[in-house]
């Protein structure tokens, strides 16, 4: 059945190959939804880790917190997000959104060797800016997985459900945090509250780990991915080395401006820097399909990135202090000493 309506759609008939899509359209909008999901997921545990810091900073200051933070958008413009990043990831290709993972993976790799500031500003900051690139790496993988696979449109509706029970979950965490976590936690009857209280340090690291994990299967996808598109090892190398340069100049270069700018300038400037490089790149090795999908991994980037500045400002404004709970599960501040 949805072969035959698959089949209705438009096709290379009508359309020129390099505008048509390269997987069922069914497909790529449920590895689009799955993928902003994942976006949600990281965005909504990102946010609850923030409040959280600054419920205890205020509390160790003998104030009230400032509530500089949001606890993210909701109702139509939430919505109005989510559906342009879920639709984004739907129709950027498979191809692109290897390359978009290779990039990434590189630039973290690279950042954390030379990284000059305190580990957990560069996490915090890291994790703010892989929102898309997180999208594209579950989607990329998910292509990659169910490549063939008889039932592929069961699968991936069975992972879209489970990911949109997540996301509806992580969103709920952050309304109870954002509402009831001051007073609960003063209280003592609340175990969502109570558990955080005791362990919500951790979960910094484990998005770390939820992220790096899903890094480390994208890219291996995304090597199969783009090899897939090669017919000899000579038209692999000759696309191979100048992306190899390429991105290697780039993060050389966006180490240097790291230095010079803003916190929040340069992670915008980061993303405007990595990707026009990548377009410029598809322009003398790529395809004109590839062109017009990172022109949409733009879009894609700044619906994820604007709604978030409030965090970036928090991830780059970060005081050096780190909090310890001792036995009597109370946050207590230590100062790191440069």
Known sequence: MFSFLTSLLPTSYF?????????????GFLQGLVGACGTSVLVSLLRVHFLLEETWRAKEGGSS??????????GLPGLF????????????????????VLEFSLRAVSGLVTAGQEP???LQQLL????????CALTCSLHFLHEGAAQRWLCLLLAAALSWFLSRQATKLLHHVSALYDLHSSQGYCGVCIGLLTSGGSLLPLLARAVSITFFVAVLAAVS????????????????????????LLVVYMQEE?????????LLNTVVVRLGGLMVLMLTVGRWADVLHISLCFLGEASCLIPTMDLLDAASSENGEEFCVDKDHRRR???RHK
Do not use: M
């Open 65 to 74: 917190p400032a509530a500089r933070l949001r606890t993210g958008q909701s």
């Open 128 to 135: 703010l800016q892989s929102q898309f690139s997180v999208g």
């Open 225 to 248: 991915i783009i090899n897939q598109q090669f017919l000899s090892a000579t038209e692999a190398l000759r696309f191979w080395t100048p992306l190899t340069i390429c991105y290697t």
């Open 15 to 27: 359309l020129p190959r390099w505008l048509t899509l390269d997987t069922n359209p069914l497909d």
């Open 258 to 266: 790291q230095h010079r700018l803003p916190g929040s300038q340069h």
């Open 81 to 100: 997000r989510f559906s342009l990043v879920a639709s984004v990831l739907a129709v950027v290709g498979s191809r692109v959104a290897a390359l978009v």
């Open 333 to 335: 501040p230590q100062r």
């Open 120 to 122: 957990k500003t560069f």
